[in-house]
């Protein structure tokens, strides 16, 4: 479940970034977004399967 909390906090910051008036990448940083929140849906899918997202072998 942190790394679920981590990737929402992750996202947020980077929403922040993009919308911020000086973002000088911003198209560079759309791209991580995106990538971002494909992350956070798989996550998000793990934890509503009740599957280990933070496995103990690794």
Known sequence: ???TLL?????AL????II???AALA???????VSAFFSLLGNLFQAIIG???NPKGS
Do not use: A, C, E
């Open 1 to 3: 479940m942190n790394k």
């Open 7 to 11: 990737t929402i906090l992750m996202l």
């Open 14 to 17: 980077l929403l922040l970034f």
């Open 20 to 22: 911020s008036p000086f």
């Open 27 to 33: 198209s560079l940083m759309l791209v991580v977004l």
């Open 51 to 53: 599957g280990d997202i």
